[in-house]
Every structure is written in structure tokens, then in C-alpha cells.
């Protein structure tokens, strides 16, 4: 008699603790010392938080095991996921400082939605149980939703968020269903199977080693499911119309999150399910997974092509750039593996800085988004339009910039697991982004600055400058020289393993 | 330290590009700074090499993991032997020599740290690319010297034919880079590297036609760069450069790639058998008379020292070609110092007389400027092959090695070129500097200034004594260069005397011709004379033998007329045609496509639907439920 009351150890979900507890603190402290002040000390302590997040992640590498009664695995992949989450979560945080600033937004609650987003994104990377993919999904979703919305006064603001949380709650339904699937078919929604000696617990990964293959055929389906549940999240084709709407409305360093950071824990999800786990059933996931990434990656470049607004161009290029990092999936080997952990921390930094800039030149309460605004601004602030133009190049993998190197090593991966046809529509969707990469380019250079536009860099902040320096140098050191990451990747490919 | 060789006029030169304009007259200073410590590390990894016994004078240095693609991997590795230590000292020696020079010809022009800035640059690709252990890292200095010669050659681009000669080295030197582009894509799809040492391994496997093939198409680049027929035509243009720069890229060390490419190679080049060093030779020893029958002929006194240039590049094709690899390098060292100096003693004369270039308007100018008319002379009789300066060492020894081959006519056209060369530089000789004095009017003769002396007065002994790097029976040169090249077959005993005696003996003919015919007063009725008897040979010699032209005729013309069906036929109308055609379309279905986002909730929410629905039944159909 008795429970079973699971073991507790806390070195597996130490990053997450550390930032819900920063997130808790900064809510309290800024409770305490309540209205007014410049509130340095809240992205000081964010910064801390995340610092100590990263410390800790650092510490895992290395390990392999299930912790907290199989719910989380505590690996290497888990591990480059969660500092690659909390380096992204970095940037924002400085960038978001100077942003909220410069628009009288309050922000005492930004950067505790912030962190409690992150802790949720990084319990994905781990989640070795559907249901603990769930919880995570929800806990950074809520997060966002409310960020998404931040700019109170706003209506597209709003309407966003509101659309955003609507199909949101709508795909979890369908993640929701996959998972009962799951659980019909195997009696638990476990992925790995118990680690516990004599404990017998079925999970997938065990149940596809021990059923007989016909069997099967309630977890195809639940994995049709999942990718729809997952490929919400990375705006996967025909998943992806909320994109351009809540990437709009966001205020633009919530966008580069978004794009950067949701994207990462979404797909690193799928990786762990699709490419280590349900790997045996590849031959039935594949063609889905084909489908969705042709679907996205011809999408989101074509669609991007009429864009007048900068954040909502932005917006279909990060679909289809979800649709690049899909055939490093489709691969299933480890380079795919590696090359889609790269892809997605390469892409996430750039994005990053390209959104960075937008929050700069946008101005108070984001008025001047559209290409059009951008006329000219070579002549009046080179530097910006500079970094601008490394990023939107490194996005449309122009070589010498870190976007080359990414779309390269999951081609490559792609091309070596014998699907050469898929690197073929994949390059051809991105000489058709390159188009609308390279029209903002000319707009920014080769046209004269609207008369009396008003100074491009009013009222900005050193950090934001700073943090789009740091990715901008990113983006051609890594360009230029990669197999240091590269390398960090191809280690990353190291799942949990009852076997090692 | 070898990256320091690289690093440190690269450095310069970066530094010069962004900061030079600022700093004006400092920047010389910083650029000769930067080559002057490259040389000294230079001169350290020698004395280290020195210390180590002769095989395990090779390393490889790993700088840099640079492409790895599909098993190929052009790591930037830095190969540091006996050859490219050689090629560095070289490089930066003369290099260091002509910086400093430089401080005083360039004086007072608008885009002075501009100059010094290409300079850098040239002496940085330069070294990478006599450094590189890969083809592909190698690639790179060469079309970076390329890139810089261009620059140089077009420095003063406001004059048009500056600009035009510019554009001809580039275009030319690019049709040598095409062959020499194919040779590495050979040797990488046969081979399976590009690093030089496994190439070079790996050599015999090729097999014969596809080693001589290999080698070949090399070869083809190195005319190119070194200037041998049929690719020669760019040099005379060149020298519209600035005078130093004629001297380092365009004489001393640019066109010698070519040259340390056939001998870097020479495994590659003898796998094949003869037929690939055959071609070599005879293409050197043409070359070498072809162009000194041309400078015999000119009155520029800087093309005649191109077309000595590319004479003597000849000879040192002709001693790799008889498999006198160090040997060819030992000319190759000699040349540099004494090619350098003339061109600097030309620079100086140039200087002096206001840029004046025609020998028929000079005379008498070594009382006039005795430094640099002691220094020129010392280079004139140094490629004149006059014993003991330092031409005469290294001039008999490929005609020795070449005699010793066997190879009888190879070693009678030079011969044949050594008795030209002589003539020629004789009859520039006499014509500049001696007999009576004779400047354009108006102009004041000053001697050379004093950087620009310290420059000539040290090249000047490096001619007189260079040949003592590798005297007969002491070989210093040869026995350093052994364990890379290892060692050429010479003849010994009476056979060599009798060969240095001929040799000698022409090149005193050579002189004694130039004398009766320039120097001594009935010289003009002789030339006369003389010119009556063939007036067609003179013409067609004075004419450049209408090269330029049948060049012009039989490749520019069809060439630029197929351009112009490509630019505005078939890319105007069939290719922009289908790009703009492309747009279209896919802005049309772009335009469509955004009514699908609506910006209603319920029909994102029913697409999403669509899709589950569709994967839903796709995933049933495919368990068969």
C-alpha cells in the first residue's frame, strides 16, 4: 500500500526553477517598491535570472537521464536548446528595456511574462512525457498571449493577441486529442517507457520495440496529431495564418522572440518526438512532414512577395524559414539534427537583430513599419540600415553571412538522406524570398528619404544599439567561421538513451 | 610566426584602407614598417629552419579550418619548406627594398597612403600564396596578387591608357586563371585533396595522361601570371603602373608565380612523363627569344625591361622544363634583385626627367646622376650574364642543366637569347647613360633622393654578389633547396668551363655590337645601314610583331561581338524575358494568395481545419483503417 511518490531531483529543471524564481522575485520587488522610477532594477534582475538559468543549463550538459519520474529528459539536446532559449531571451530583454522606455509602456509585469515564457519553453526541450509537452506549451503560450497584447492602448495590439489565444486554444485541442490517441494505443503518454528497473510502464519508444508492427496504427495517427499541435506553434502551412496577424500587433521585441524563441522550443519538441522517438515510424511520418515542409517553405516565400509592412514581411519569411529547418527534420539523421539545431539558433539570433532594428526605427507606438518607410535610410543612419542589410541578407543566406551556413548543413543533411528534389524546392523558395529580401535592400538604398520624415533614432537606448551589434557581429563571425557552433550542434544530437 | 609573415602586411594594409587618408605621410611609414617585420620573421623562420637537419625542414601549419565540403578540405594550412622560405625572404626582402623606395617616388600624390595600402595588400597575397599547403588557399594569393596587380597597373586611372592596361592584365591574367581554375578541379576529382604535399604524393596515381593534362592546365594559369606566350601581351602594357610597382609585381615577384607553381608542382609535372616539361621548355625558350627580339627593338625604356622580364620568366620555364627545378628558383632569386634595381634606376631616371620614358631623348646621365648610373650598371652587366656578377651564375646554370639534358637546341636558343639580351640592355645602357649629355629641355637633373638611394645602392650589391648564393662546387642555394626539389644533373669538368666560356663570350659579343652601334660615333650610319638590309623584319619587330593586333582581330572582335548578341539579344529578350516572366507570375499568385488571409478568426480557424482534416484522412488511408 502506499503511493508511489516519484523521486525528486532538481538538476533536470534547475534553468527553469531559476527563472520562475527571478520571475516571482521581480513581481514581488517591483510590488515593493511600487509606481514610478526608471525600474533599472527590473531587466538587471532579468538579466540575472537568465544568467543563472544559463549557468545551470551548462551544468547538465554532459548528462542522461529521466528525471521527475520520466517526465523530464536531462540531455545534451535539452541542454543547447535551453542556452540557446536563454541567449535569445537575453537580447530581448535588453532590446525590450529601451522599447518599453521609449513608449511609456509599464513594464513591470513584461519582463516576468518573459521569464515564466522562457522556463516554459525550455521544460519543452526536456519534456520526455506528452503531457509534461503539454503543460510546457501552455505555460509559455499564456505567457505570450498576454505579451502579443502588450501594448494596452493599441487595437491591432489586442487583436492580435486575441486571434493569437483563439487558434491557440484551437490547435491544443488537437495536440490534446493526439495525446489520448497516444495513450489509447499505449496506456500512457510516456515517450521513452520507465527507466525504473521492474517498474514496466510503457512508453512510445519502448511499445514501438515491443508491439508487433500492425499495431501501430492508432499511434500514426496521434502523430498526424502532433505535428499539427506542434506546427502551430512554428507556423507551419496550414497552421501559420495567425502569423502575420500577431507578429503585427506584437510590440516588435515580443516579435523577435516570437520568431526566434518559439520557433526553437516548438521545433525542438518535434526533433525530439519526430527524430528520436517516432523515428522508427519514419516511413509514415515522412511524407506528412514532406507535405507541410513544401507547403511552408512555397507559402511563406510567396506570400511575402506583396508585403508592404516590414514586421508582417517578416512574418512570412519566418514561415518559410520553419519550412527550411522542416527538411533538416525530414532527414532524421544527425546531421539533419545538428543542422536544425544550428538553422534555428543562427536564424533565431538574426531574426532577432532584424527585429531589433525595427523597434528602433519604428518609433514611439510603432508608427513606421511599412517598407515604405524605410526609404533612404542608408543616408541618414548607415549604421542601422547597415546592420538591416546584413540581416535581411544572412535571411535570405547570402554566403558570407550565417544564414548561408544554416540553409547549407540542412540541405546538405537533406540532400544526403537521398532527398535531393526537397533541397531543389527549397532552394527555389529562396531565390523567390531573396526578391523581397532584396526589395526592402533597394528601397533603403536606392530611393531618397521621404521630405520631412521624422529622425529615424529618436529617443533609443545604448542597449538596444548594443544588442544590435551583438547580432549583427553574430551574423558574419559565425558567417565566416561556424564550426565552433556547428560543433556545440553536432554534440547537441545526443539524446536521452536507456542504452548510454 | 609563418601566420605573422602573412598577418602583419595584411594588417597594414587593412589598416591603410580605413585609417590611411588621415595620416597621409605616416602611412609609408607604417606600410614599409609592416613588410620590414614581416621580412625580419621571415628571417627568424630561416635561421629556425637552418637549425634543423635537412629532411625535417618542412611543416605544416594549421592556421585556420576553413571549407570542408564532400571530403575536399581546403583547410587554410600553411606549408613552410626550404622552396617557400626561399619565395618569402624574396618577397619580403625586395619587397621591404621597394616600400622604402617608394617613400620618396611617390611623393605628392593625391592618393598616397592609398598606395601603400595596394602595396601591403600585394605583399600579403603574395605570401599567402607562396605559403599555401592547398590549391585552394593558393588560389586565393593568386587572385589576390591578380587583384592588387590590377589596382596597381590602373593606379593613376584617370589617364585612359592606364585604365585600358589595367583592364588587359586583368582580362589576360583571367584566361590563364580559367586553365588554371579547371587544373584544380582536375587534380581535386582525381587526386581526392588539394593540399599541396598529398597532390604532390598522390601525383604518380593519376596516371600519365591525366597527370600531363593536370599539369598542363596549370601551366596555363602560369602563363598567365608569368607572362609566357601566348598570354605575354599584358605586361609591356603594365608598366603604365607607378615605377615601383613595376619593379615588385611586374618584375620581381608577381609574375615569378607562375614559375613557383611549375616547380611547387614538379611532381605533378613529371608524373606525366616528358611531354608536360617538354612543353614547358619550349614554351620558356620561345618566349625568352621572342621578347628579347622585341626589346631589342623598343625605345620605352620601361617596356624594354617588360620584355626583358618576360625573357627572362623564359629562362627560368626553360630550367624547370629541363627538371633544374632550384635552379630555375636560383634565377628566379638573382632576376629579382636585378630587375628590381633597373626598374628602379629606370624609376629614378623617370623621376628625373619628369616621367620621360624615350631613350632617344636621354643621353650622358651618369655624370649626372652617378648613383643612379653606377647602380644601373651594375644591373646591366648583372643581366648581361657578365662574370662574377650575379646573372652570369645563374644564367650559365640553365644553360648548363640544359646541355646536360641533352637538350641541344633548348640550350642554343638560349643561347641565341643571352647574346640578345646583352645587345639590348647594352644598347639602353649606352644610350641613357653615356655619351654626351642629352635631357628634354627645360629640366633639371637631380640625382636619385635618399630613400630612394638606399634602395637602388642595396639591390645594387645584391646584383653584384646574388650569384654567390650558389656558386659552382659550393651550391649553398641548391643543397637548401635539395630536400624539396633535390638536386639537378650539371656538368662537370671541361664540358662546364667550356659551356660558362661560351656563354660569356656571347653575352661580350652582345655588348661589343651594342657598343659599335650606339656608343661609338659611326653608329648611326651603321644602323642604317643595318636597318636597309631587312626594313620588313624592322617594321614587323617596331610593330611588336602585330600580336596586339591579330589578338584584337581573332579573339576581342568575335568575342565582343558574341557579347553583344548575349547582352542585348538573348538577355534582353530570352532571358529577362522568363525572369521578368517568373515574377509575374508569382506576384500573381502572391496578390491572390493575401485575400486568403482575411483577418477573420473564423476562416483562419476553418483552413486550419482543411488541414487537419486532410492530414487526418491522408494518416487513416495510410494505416488502412
Known amino acids: 500500500m502506499g503511493l508511489n511518490t516519484p523521486e525528486i531531483e532538481l538538476l533536470g529543471i534547475a534553468p527553469e526553477i531559476a527563472l520562475v524564481v527571478g520571475a516571482l522575485f521581480i513581481l514581488i520587488v517591483d510590488a515593493i517598491i511600487g509606481e514610478g522610477g526608471n525600474k533599472w532594477h527590473l531587466w538587471i534582475l532579468s538579466t540575472i535570472a537568465l544568467g543563472v538559468s544559463i549557468f545551470l543549463a551548462v551544468q547538465a550538459w554532459g548528462s542522461n537521464e529521466l528525471q521527475m519520474g520520466d517526465m523530464i529528459a536531462v540531455d545534451g539536446f535539452a541542454a543547447f536548446v535551453k542556452i540557446t532559449l536563454a541567449v535569445f531571451a537575453l537580447l530581448t530583454v535588453w532590446l525590450s528595456r529601451s522599447y518599453l522606455h521609449r513608449d511609456g509602456i509599464e513594464e513591470s509585469e513584461f519582463y516576468g511574462l518573459l521569464l515564466f515564457a522562457v522556463a516554459g519553453m525550455m521544460l519543452m526541450a526536456s519534456a520526455a512525457d506528452l503531457i509534461m509537452v503539454f503543460l510546457a506549451l501552455e505555460t509559455f503560450s499564456l505567457a505570450l498571449y498576454v505579451l502579443v497584447g502588450f501594448r494596452r492602448t493599441s487595437l491591432t495590439g489586442q487583436e492580435s493577441a486575441m486571434k493569437y489565444f483563439l487558434l491557440g486554444a484551437f490547435s491544443s485541442t488537437f495536440l490534446l486529442l493526439g495525446i489520448a490517441f497516444v495513450y489509447g494505443a499505449i496506456g500512457s503518454t510516456q515517450m521513452y517507457g520507465s527507466s525504473a528497473a521492474g517498474a514496466g510502464a510503457q512508453g512510445i519508444a519502448t511499445a514501438l520495440v515491443s508491439l508487433p508492427a500492425g499495431e501501430f496504427t492508432l499511434l500514426v495517427i496521434a502523430t498526424g496529431l502532433l505535428v499539427v499541435g506542434l506546427g502551430f506553434k512554428v507556423a507551419a502551412v496550414p497552421f501559420h495564418m495567425w502569423t502575420p496577424d500577431a507578429y503585427q500587433g506584437a510590440p516588435s521585441p515580443v516579435t523577435g522572440f516570437m520568431a526566434a524563441a518559439t520557433k526553437l522550443a516548438g521545433f525542438a519538441a518535434l526533433i525530439r518526438l519526430l527524430d528520436a522517438i517516432l523515428f522508427p515510424l519514419r516511413g509514415d511520418w515522412r511524407p506528412l512532414v514532406i507535405g507541410i515542409a513544401v507547403l511552408t517553405m512555397v507559402v511563406g516565400s510567396v506570400l511575402a512577395v506583396v508585403q508592404e509592412d516590414l514586421k508582417r514581411l517578416l512574418a512570412y519569411s519566418s514561415i518559410a524559414h520553419a519550412g527550411f529547418v522542416f527538411t533538416g527534420i525530414i532527414a532524421s539523421n544527425d546531421r539533419g539534427v545538428s543542422g536544425s539545431l544550428f538553422y534555428l539558433a543562427t536564424y533565431g539570433i538574426t531574426v532577432l537583430g532584424a527585429f531589433a532594428v525595427i523597434a528602433v526605427l519604428g518609433g514611439r507606438d510603432e508608427r513606421r513599419t511599412t517598407v515604405d518607410d524605410f526609404r533612404g535610410l542608408f543616408y541618414e543612419s548607415p549604421l542601422l540600415a547597415g546592420a538591416l542589410t546584413l540581416f535581411l541578407l544572412s535571411l535570405a543566406g547570402v554566403p558570407a553571412t550565417v544564414g548561408f551556413v544554416g540553409k547549407l548543413v540542412v540541405f546538405g543533411a537533406a540532400v544526403e538522406a537521398g532527398y535531393s528534389w526537397l533541397v531543389v524546392v527549397g532552394v527555389l523558395a529562396s531565390a523567390v524570398a531573396a526578391f523581397f529580401y532584396l526589395k526592402v535592400l533597394v528601397v533603403m538604398y536606392m530611393q531618397e528619404r521621404q521630405e520631412g520624415a521624422e529622425p529615424a533614432t529618436s529617443g533609443y537606448g545604448g542597449l538596444a544599439t548594443g544588442v544590435i551589434g551583438l547580432a549583427a557581429l553574430a551574423t558574419v563571425a559565425l558567417g565566416l567561421y561556424w564550426s565552433p557552433l556547428i560543433d556545440f550542434a553536432e554534440r547537441a544530437t545526443f539524446f536521452f538513451s536507456a542504452g548510454g | ?625
Open chain 2, 1 to 625: 610566426m609563418a601566420a605573422a609573415v602573412i598577418a602583419l602586411p595584411l594588417a597594414g594594409a587593412a589598416f591603410l584602407l580605413f585609417f590611411g587618408k588621415r595620416m597621409s605621410k605616416a602611412s609609408a611609414y607604417i606600410a614599409s614598417g609592416a613588410i620590414a617585420l614581416s621580412f625580419l620573421s621571415g628571417l627568424i623562420l630561416f635561421f629556425r629552419m637552418l637549425g634543423e637537419p635537412g629532411e625535417e625542414r618542412s611543416f605544416v601549419m594549421k592556421v585556420y579550418d576553413w571549407v570542408n565540403v564532400g571530403g575536399i578540405h581546403g583547410n587554410g594550412e600553411l606549408l613552410l619548406d626550404p622552396l617557400s622560405i626561399v619565395m618569402v625572404l624574396v618577397v619580403t626582402g625586395v619587397g621591404t627594398l621597394i616600400h622604402v623606395y617608394s617613400i620618396g617616388y611617390m611623393e605628392g600624390d593625391p592618393r598616397y597612403s592609398r598606395f601603400f595600402a595596394y602595396l601591403n595588400l600585394f605583399c600579403a597575397a603574395m605570401l599567402i600564396l607562396v605559403l599555401a599547403d592547398n590549391l585552394l588557399l593558393l588560389f586565393v594569393g593568386w587572385e589576390g596578387v591578380g587583384l592588387c596587380s590590377y589596382l596597381l597597373i590602373g593606379f593613376w586611372f584617370e589617364r585612359e591608357v592606364a585604365a585600358g592596361a589595367a583592364k588587359k592584365a586583368f582580362i589576360v591574367n583571367r584566361i590563364g586563371d580559367f586553365s588554371f581554375l579547371l587544373g584544380i578541379f582536375l587534380i581535386a576529382d582525381e587526386i581526392g585533396s588539394l593540399s599541396v604535399t598529398e597532390i604532390n604524393a598522390g601525383a604518380a596515381t593519376m596516371g600519365t595522361t591525366l597527370a600531363t593534362v593536370g599539369a598542363l592546365l596549370l601551366f596555363g594559369g602560369a602563363t598567365g601570371k608569368s607572362a609566357q606566350i601566348p598570354l605575354y601581351v599584358w605586361l609591356p602594357d603594365a608598366m603604365e603602373g607607378p615605377t615601383p610597382v613595376s619593379a615588385l609585381i611586374h618584375a620581381a615577384t608577381m609574375v615569378t608565380a607562375g614559375v613557383y607553381v611549375v616547380v611547387r608542382f614538379s611532381p605533378l609535372f613529371v608524373a606525366g612523363g616528358t611531354t608536360a616539361l617538354t612543353v614547358v621548355a619550349w614554351i620558356g625558350a620561345l618566349t625568352a627569344l621572342w621578347a628579347a627580339l622585341m626589346a631589342a627593338f623598343e625605345y620605352d625604356i620601361k617596356r624594354v625591361l617588360a620584355y626583358s622580364t618576360i625573357s627572362q620568366l623564359g629562362y627560368m620555364f626553360i630550367a624547370s622544363g629541363v627538371a633544374g627545378y632550384s635552379i630555375g628558383i636560383f634565377h628566379l632569386v638573382t632576376h629579382a634583385f636585378f630587375k628590381a634595381l633597373l626598374f628602379l634606376g629606370a624609376g629614378a631616371v623617370m623621376h628625373a626627367l619628369a616621367g620621360e620614358t624615350d631613350m632617344r631623348k636621354m643621353g650622358g646621365l651618369r655624370r649626372a646622376m652617378p648613383v643612379v648610373g653606377l647602380t644601373f650598371a651594375a644591373g646591366w652587366l648583372a643581366i648581361s650574364g657578365i662574370f662574377p656578377f650575379a646573372g652570369f651564375w645563374s644564367k650559365d646554370a640553365i644553360l648548363a642543366v640544359a646541355w646536360e639534358q641533352g637538350e641541344y637546341a633548348l640550350w642554343a636558343l638560349g643561347l641565341l637569347t643571352a647574346a640578345l639580351t646583352a645587345f639590348y640592355m647594352s644598347r639602353m645602357y649606352f644610350r641613357v647613360f653615356e655619351g654626351d649629355l642629352e635631357v628634354p629641355e627645360g629640366i633639371h637633373v637631380h640625382d636619385a633622393p635618399r630613400t630612394m638611394a638606399v634602395a637602388l645602392v642595396s639591390l645594387g650589391a645584391l646584383s653584384v654578389v646574388g650569384g654567390f648564393f650558389n656558386l659552382p662546387g659550393v651550391l649553398t642555394l641548391e643543397h637548401f633547396l635539395a630536400p624539396v626539389l633535390g638536386e639537378p644533373e650539371v656538368p662537370h669538368g671541361v664540358i662546364a668551363w667550356a659551356l660558362a666560356g661560351a656563354a660569356l663570350v656571347v653575352a661580350f659579343a652582345g655588348i661589343f655590337v651594342a657598343r659599335a652601334l650606339y656608343l661609338q660615333p659611326e653608329g648611326d650610319a651603321r644602323r642604317e645601314r643595318l636597318e636597309k638590309t631587312a626594313p620588313w623584319f624592322v617594321g614587323a619587330a617596331r610593330s611588336k610583331f602585330y600580336v596586339d593586333e591579330f589578338y584584337g582581330r581573332a579573339i576581342v572582335a568575335p568575342g565582343k561581338a558574341f557579347a553583344g548578341f548575349c547582352a542585348d539579344i538573348f538577355d534582353k529578350r530570352v532571358l529577362d524575358g522568363l525572369v521578368n516572366g517568373v515574377a509575374w507570375v508569382v506576384n500573381g499568385v502572391s496578390s491572390k494568395g493575401r485575400h486568403v488571409q482575411t483577418g477573420y478568426v473564423r476562416n483562419y480557424a476553418v483552413i486550419f481545419l482543411l488541414g487537419v482534416v486532410v492530414i487526418a484522412s491522408f494518416m487513416f488511408l495510410r494505416v488502412g483503417v
